[in-house]
């Protein structure tokens, strides 16, 4: 503990903006050296063009190694840094290979056949590849035709297949046509009714059908850039300047983000998105920085769709294990995406030949003044006198989109002062739709499992699920998981007036089973603690789970999408902590079977009672389309809070000044 | 509809910034001279100077007239005003009476006993003159002097005593003592073992009884006035500056405020707080406003404590049906309460002897910039075209903070241009606390009801809920309410090979008993409709309940505080609009014994389908104290929002320009 707090306020001193190279840090992500290195280390072992990188990531040290590293002094840091290894995931000769590459080294020290069922994830260059097959097939062509259609604004994308039950599963996917003309909204417009399947290790079509015509949905109303639609425009809204006369009050060294009370290394992976990795938030009372959270992040997105029919049963995507939810991030627009006080961070992936891509403003870093009040209270009961004290809450936003093809997910990482890390989930983009014959509801007599939302368009209902691997090390690695079980007690002896009270009834997990919760059933606080450590009332030092919204899977268990998504079917799982373990739906995810899950893991039941633990959090949404969403959607907003219990000793924002308010008196302003 | 929207319109062109005077609306509060003339019309009726004001509230119009006088032209509104009628309710020779008085006849025009149980709200003279009489009370001296203590520092508090099956309920309050010796935070200092009764009519005490001597909890580490507390202070947060060049975005007119495409009225009770009436929100596509919300207020907190032992078992508050949500108002701070950008408004309320009492800052109003996204979509699907579209998200707050004695509640209602309104909740302020022998966690043996904070100090286990009254009228008065049930369908057939989906059961409730829901039972949307009016499509005009937390009460159903509370057994209750069902709990809730409650109306099981309906809503927090809660606790968040539902015929916000960025560069700063 000592050693980890010595390292954090040692990099805090350390400062050098955004210089990764001079300061690297065992947890950051590949660099675009790295990546040009471990493509030539590849590249002289496979020189075949069949060889395909579908996966390069950091294979990050033993937690041992990551923690013994931050006990050394900054220099012996620099020169001890743990070898730089790296996972690749490639195809090649219709196998799967996981390759461990050493840098130092310079070579390849480890090479395996994946063996089990699913393929690793997809790249975008093969997706594109498969995108484009349709559009020079002659039936398909045909079909084109047929409908009225000019081939040449078609747009085509890939979908994963899943898996339904089938004995053979070729690495395959599945093509869904759009007409772009007039509108930049080709999700609005689908060419129904007919259905394609790309092998993709052959990259050929397969499987071709043209089993009905729907008209297109026609373009009107389906825009949505501004340089394109007409007035009138509105609501008009103003605007406001966020001068900060010292600048933004964080600092970024390499990865490694400190503010106020907080210090966090944000990572980033093809499939995960950002990692926030030893968070660690300073105790003002014991002048130290104290461990919170070791690695976090979104683990899958599971998204089923809910029509089963011919052309849609198969869409239940799993937007990080399939599409990669870092390789789809979105560059960040400044003032827009992010505010005006803002810092951006770039980040790199490995494309299907191995080399670096750079995604501009992957990241933002910024303070959040959301006008929230952090503490308040006001007194009037002492005489002769009114108290009103007041702090304003300011925090530190990690902010991240990825579009997964239709879909904008804007994943926030928010610190409080209070110890409080709020994550937050908003849903935007576009709807994926269906096109349909009919113009009103009046005419439906079917189930469309939709909503129609304009003409010719069926806003098929869907959900999202979002797991979280959250390994939480409060205070040090060995922690437990307690359920605060609030149960009502009735009276019945007459002692008290009252017939009723509620007791807190505390109940630590001995074993995974212990810990698998679905919320809604039974109010309880959640809790993961330090039992090694307690305040000085003796309370166990924690940090609590609150979740805002409980959603459950509405498939049946042996579904097969929910057998692949079976670590949904829980809102909390409590594992060991266990470096293999990364990712809930397996580690080859595409057309999968879920025999690698965090559900048949946890089936092992193995002991969670004061050991390294990691914490898996799911929220969901169910999304029964509306107008408003068409034809892009509102955000609506999800998340939790991790929030500290009995942690601190006191209120660890008690002694917070609220930020001055800052005067511009001498401006000539310019909108 | 036509005519409510010309209001709107014409109320917005009308300008006049804050002179509720020149421009009176039926629906605004008393003013400061209506005040007057109120105590003047009832005090010529009653001189005597036992007679006291308990509530003066505005006796709203009916709806209809509301309505029909919307419907006229603006210079006919201001001579055809509904007659202002105000409700007063008096304590009088031992009796409570409502007395209606009309202004324009001068006179009161008619005059009831209230014949029920339970008494009206506690007035604060009253409360701070029971509070005073134990200072002077010889056995109370004797008892402070027992423990070695100085009755010049100790402030006593008054607490509504409930009802626990007693049969003859005197009006009477409890008294419970702190000692302020060395901090400003009374209520960490409880002097245990001593109870209190004041009868109130009689303003004198009926029962003392001094049990047991605690020792009181130590003063050090209970202060939090920043001038009081000794450094080091942190963490450190630096602040903005919120210039805008074309000052707020929106205009207040006396008590309506317009603001980007929503219009509507911001009133004030002494009982319910802030009430938001006439919300209308403009349709850019229909060109017009459109009413959402008839009327708003939260109806009632219930905040009952969970030690069922001799001094605390009555602890079961109803804040504002006894305590006066409105009159426990905190004036809010500029700057830290609310952003630089924040307009403030005032409101007056009746003191015991009827005259206006001024609480400054009553309301903020200001737009928050709270860095979200209102939508985006990033686009690489159409080939060497990369479309990113991005809005971001600014919104309009009314916020309000009530202190009822030891918590402070921020409440917030926030429109969106969405078309949504969020309903905000912060739980801040300092926790009731109970001395106790115990110094650590190890000592106890015992129940303790609630969590051991520092030396000697228990933070009670409670709840908060909070009841909302939502008069929504969508798009008109009649109105139904809807639920959406997703329900699994299991696929027996074959005909997919999908196993289940989930499907939408649309099922319109016909009466009250349809309408009642605990949530987390069974997932649903839950909708208030226009059944009479439908989109293009054919969609009903709706507005969708989104909640963000299930909580529900733990007492069991027949104890006394449950009885009185029956309006919490449900999350949501729906019942015909009734002008006299405003109060969930009752209109005379101090020692109420819950047979006029929402629970008890509905059982009546009235129609609901196609009619004017109001939503109760209950939100709740299940508090379990940690010791950062002490001593004064960071905030807690809790809220809903009302989110429309093809209510627009697409995204209302799709033609929304982001604010440009206001740049501010040839400046002098000053922090």
């Known amino acids: 503990m000592k050693l980890f707090t010595l390292f954090v306020l040692i990099t805090i001193l ?15 992500p590949p ?21 395909t990188f579908q996966y390069v990531g950091l294979d990050e040290p033993d937690k041992t190694t990551i923690l013994s590293w931050l006990s050394l002094t900054p220099q012996a840091r620099i020169k001890n840094l743990p070898p730089r290894q790296f996972l690749v995931i490639a195809r090649y000769q219709k196998q ?8 130092a080294a310079k070579s390849i ?9 699913g393929y690793p994830m997809l790249t975008l260059d093969e997706q594109y590849l498969a995108s484009e097959l349709l559009l020079s097939y002659g039936a398909f062509k045909e079909s084109v035709r047929k409908r009225g259609l000019n081939v040449s604004e078609v747009v085509c994308s890939t979908f994963s297949v899943g898996w339904f039950g089938e004995v053979k599963t070729p690495r395959s996917l599945k093509i869904k046509c759009y007409y772009t003309n007039g509108t930049a909204n080709l999700y609005a417009r689908p060419l129904e009714g007919i259905s394609a399947v790309v092998d993709l290790d052959e990259m050929r079509i397969v499987d071709y059908t043209d089993r009905f015509i729907v008209a297109v949905p026609k373009a009107e109303g389906t825009e949505y850039r501004a340089s394109k639609l007409k007035p009138p425009f509105g609501p008009k809204l103003n605007g406001i300047g966020v001068p900060q006369h010292a600048g933004p009050g964080f600092n970024v060294d390499g990865h490694t983000v400190s503010w106020a009370n907080w210090a966090f290394h944000v990572g980033f992976d093809i499939r995960a998105g950002p990692i926030i990795s030893l968070a660690s938030v300073y105790d003002l009372e014991k002048q130290k920085y104290r461990q919170v959270l070791y690695r976090g992040f979104i683990s899958e997105l599971f998204v089923p769709y809910q029509d089963p029919t011919e052309d849609w049963y198969y869409q239940t995507y799993f937007d990080s294990g399939e599409y990669g939810f870092g390789q789809s991030a979105s560059s960040l627009q400044p003032f827009t995406d992010c505010p005006a006080n803002a810092v951006f961070l770039d980040a790199y992936y490995a494309s299907a030949d191995g080399s670096p891509v750079k995604i501009h403003n992957a990241f933002c870093i910024f303070e959040r003044h959301s006008v929230d009040i952090m503490w308040r209270h006001t007194e009037i009961a002492i005489p002769n006198e009114v108290i009103t004290e007041v702090r304003s809450d300011v925090s530190l936003v990690v902010r991240f989109v990825s579009t997964v093809g239709n879909y904008d997910y804007v994943i926030d990482w928010e610190f409080k002062p209070s110890g409080s890390i709020k994550l937050g989930v908003g849903l935007t983009g576009i709807l994926e739709v269906k096109a349909g014959k009919y113009t009103n509801t009046d005419q439906i007599k079917e189930d469309i499992y939709g909503t129609l939302l304009a003409d010719n368009t069926i806003g098929i209902y869907h959900d999202h699920f979002l797991t979280y691997y959250l390994d939480l090390d409060i205070d040090g690695e060995d922690n437990s ?18 017939k009723s009270y509620w007791a807190v009834v505390s109940e630590t997990a001995k074993t995974e089973a212990d810990a698998r919760i679905k919320f809604g059933v039974k109010p309880a606080d959640l809790l993961v603690v330090n039992p090694n450590r307690k305040t000085k009332p003796g309370n166990k030092i ?26 949904t079917n829980y809102n909390v799982w409590v594992t060991p902590y266990n470096k293999s373990e990364k990712w809930a739906a397996g580690s080859c995810v595409d057309r999968s079977r879920g025999d690698d899950t965090l559900g048949v893991w946890s089936l092992r039941d193995r002991e969670i009672e004061n050991k390294d633990i990691v914490l898996w959090y799911t929220l969901g949404f169910h999304h029964v389309p509306s107008q408003e969403d068409f034809p892009v959607m509102p955000t609506l907003s999800g998340g939790f809070e991790l929030r500290p219990t009995n942690f601190f000793e006191n209120n660890p924002v008690l002694k917070v000044k609220s930020p001055k308010p800052v005067h511009w008196p001498n401006c000539t302003s310019q909108s």
């Open 14 to 28: 350390w400062g050098c903006a955004q210089c990764s190279s001079n300061n690297p840090h065992p947890l950051d």
């Open 31 to 51: 660099t675009r050296s790295e990546f040009k290195l471990i493509q030539t280390i590849v590249r002289r072992a496979y020189p075949s063009h069949s060889f």
């Open 96 to 103: 799967s290979l996981e390759i461990i590459v050493d840098l």
């Open 109 to 117: 020290i480890g090479t395996k056949v994946y063996e089990g069922h």
């Open 481 to 498: 998981f307690v359920k605060t079980n609030l149960e009502t007690v009735r009276v019945k002896d007459h002692t008290t007036p009252r």
């Open 542 to 567: 924690g940090y609590r789970l609150i979740p805002n919204s409980v959603v459950h899977p509405l498939l049946v268990n042996d579904d097969y999408p929910q057998v692949r998504a079976a670590f």
